[in-house]
């Protein structure tokens, strides 16, 4: 299930923080280099997207107080659920508000480091 938190210990289910589960994009590198060959090759840190289609304020706050340096736990390409260090990175624009939410929110966790399967926490 998706958690997040400050540390191992204290990652928690983000329904318990009062957030509905996001849609996860595939997780993907930071950046896409042509070889010599005419093909990529993918580098740069693992970095992946969790998306609402709104969020109430309410809910963007508790997301707020968690931008840095976090641990989180999230679907790999696979499906499989694994935990990671990452960084929380909030939109380079405030988003906009309507009526007490968000539309169209996103947040992205660059530099997933793994730490762990969410079955050995």
């Not at 191992?8 to 009062?18: A, K, N």
């Not at 896409?32 to 997207?49: C, H, K, P, V």
């Not at 988003?95 to 996103?106: A, C, I, K, M, T």
């Amino acid at each position: 299930m998706y958690r997040l938190g400050t540390s191992l210990g204290t990652l928690t289910p983000i329904s318990e923080l009062g957030i509905h589960d996001p849609h996860s994009y595939p997780m993907r590198r930071s950046a896409r280099f042509e070889n010599a060959s005419g093909g990529y090759a993918d580098i740069g840190w693992l970095e992946q997207e969790w998306r609402w289609g709104y969020l109430p304020e309410s809910q963007i706050n508790v997301l707020r107080d968690y931008e840095g340096e976090v641990y989180v736990c999230t679907k790999d390409n696979s499906g499989a659920w694994k935990v990671y260090t990452a960084v929380l990175v909030w939109p380079e624009q405030e988003p906009e508000h309507y009526s007490g939410h968000v539309l169209d929110f996103s947040v992205t966790f660059r530099n997933l480091i793994y730490v762990c399967d969410e079955e050995d926490l």
